[in-house]
């Protein structure tokens, strides 16, 4: 079995904010606020199919559970 440590899970926060950030930064600065809408609609439709991959695998191992998506805020 494997865990991260302390500081190696300090890493990885960090790395996912900085990502974040860059990603926010992208989107804000080259897409327009249409194609933000479009982006929004893009997104919780990758999250549906997600949620349904999810639940048709654990169906067929027998423990039925849906993932916890977090609302979007728009």
Known sequence: ????T???AQVLRTEAKRRESALSK????????V?????LRAVDLLDRIG???TFEHS???GTPQRRATPKRQG
């Open 1 to 4: 079995m494997l865990g991260l």
């Open 6 to 8: 302390a500081k190696g």
């Open 26 to 33: 992208a989107i804000a600065t080259h897409l327009s606020a």
């Open 35 to 39: 194609e933000h809408v479009q982006l």
């Open 51 to 53: 949620d349904a991959l």
């Open 59 to 61: 169906s067929e191992t």
